[in-house]
């Protein structure tokens, strides 16, 4: 009656929803004050204000047939050529308008974009941990999902497992950074390193092998730390990005997939973009959301928040004996859990009305993601119940 796959794809929620629900669930009962919900990646500072302005003028002075009716299937010329002109501003590059297909936000710019490069017995890479949907997407395109664990004491790639893995079947690689989960920035050491070993693998089975940058969190980044624009570093690579972060507007679903000149067959392979958002019924992304997004391209939304919010967690942890990967970047924290079974530990915590994400599902289990996107106020009145939590496994 209906596709098996799907129907479990439906009726299996995602393990972040779950304990988002629970939360919703808890508060009703005890207040939501007393609830200290870390389970979901919403962002919870607001967008720039220029957001809210251009929207305003938009609705006001744009006719609107014209704000409200399709744009090109690709996008719209201007806001396309609006973000070509801020990214070579910003990095040096030398992009147009013609190496961008708008999307509704990074989820559709990746489906596109692995439904594009995959072929039959096709492997993608993915580098653990990471975001549970790669599995999702990657298989509803065709291609295998190919798991390879980052070293666990700096969550930097393993290059020598990353080698073995690829093989005459490896079609792409997915990397994500800032991560979700673990708030880690790829170094330019270990992004050189990679690369040069994918142009070593291309040479050597005599095809192509892209690599994916999945950006959403790219300006979200603390301190000095600088996070590689991949394009600079290897020729194959494509850009999936989305403003739901950076502009903190999750909800309105606007991003974009960048295919640079330098991708080997650029014509063959942005036809395919097109092709693969055709099939898959990802054109003409949100019109409204295209044109605040070609007068508000390279901003970003007030981080400093975030940055407080990571710094009381990490020195608080420190103090409390959790072991943890310091995040650089994005808005979560990856916290080793004191006892194997992270999703005891998740249990445990629950006790306190802590609620934490055990990371089985990201594909590095023994640990927790903490999205820390809260309001500082919230962070706060959570300490006393990690220190009681610390407490019970004796790590004070």
């Not at 004491?153 to 290059?159: C, E, G, H, S, V």
């Amino acid at each position: 009656m209906v596709s098996k796959e799907m129907y479990e794809l439906g009726a299996k929620s995602s393990v972040i929803r779950e304990i988002f629900e629970f939360g919703k669930k808890r508060a009703a009962e005890i207040g939501k004050e007393n609830v200290y919900d870390f389970s979901l990646g919403n962002p919870s500072v607001p967008a720039p204000e220029k957001v809210n302005e251009t929207i305003r003028k938009l609705t006001l002075e744009m006719e609107p047939c014209a704000l409200h009716g399709y744009t090109s299937a690709v996008g719209d010329n201007e806001t396309r050529q609006a973000i070509a002109d801020d990214l070579n501003r910003r990095f040096g590059t030398s992009f147009s308008m013609n190496n961008f297909y708008m999307t509704a936000g990074a989820a559709a710019s990746l489906c596109i974009t692995f439904r594009a490069l995959a072929e039959k017995d096709d492997e993608i890479i993915i580098f653990a941990p990471y975001f549970p949907e790669y599995q999702v997407f990657i298989s509803a395109s065709g291609a295998k999902p190919v798991e390879v664990k980052c070293k666990e004491d700096d969550l930097q790639i393993d290059l020598e497992a990353f080698k073995n893995a690829i093989n005459e079947h490896t079609k792409a690689v997915v990397l994500n950074s800032p991560n979700n989960p673990s708030g880690v920035v790829t170094s330019e050491e270990t992004v050189k390193a990679m690369t040069d070993i994918l142009r070593e693998k291309q040479k050597e089975y005599g095809k192509s092998i892209f690599l994916v940058s999945d950006e959403p969190y790219r300006e979200l980044v603390y301190g000095d730390i600088k996070v590689p624009f991949l394009t600079k570093y290897y020729d194959n690579t494509i850009v999936c990005y989305s403003y739901s972060k950076s502009l903190s507007l999750p909800g309105d679903r606007i991003g974009y997939i960048l295919v640079p000149n330098e991708v080997e067959s650029f014509e063959l392979i942005f036809k395919s973009v097109c092709g693969a958002g055709r099939s898959l019924g990802y054109v003409c992304a949100p019109s409204l959301m295209q044109f605040v997004i070609k007068e508000c391209t390279g901003m970003t939304s007030d981080i400093s928040v975030y940055k407080k919010n990571r710094d009381i967690l990490v020195n608080a942890f420190t103090e409390y004996g959790f072991t943890l990967a310091k995040p650089d970047g994005a808005f979560y924290l990856f916290m080793k859990s004191p006892e194997e079974s992270a999703t005891a530990f998740c249990e445990k915590a629950k006790k306190y009305d802590l609620l934490l994400v055990p990371s089985d599902s990201f594909g590095f289990p023994g640990y927790v993601r903490l999205s820390y996107c809260v309001s500082t106020e919230m962070i706060e009145r959570s300490l006393p119940s990690f220190k009681k939590l610390a407490e019970e496994y004796n790590l004070i």
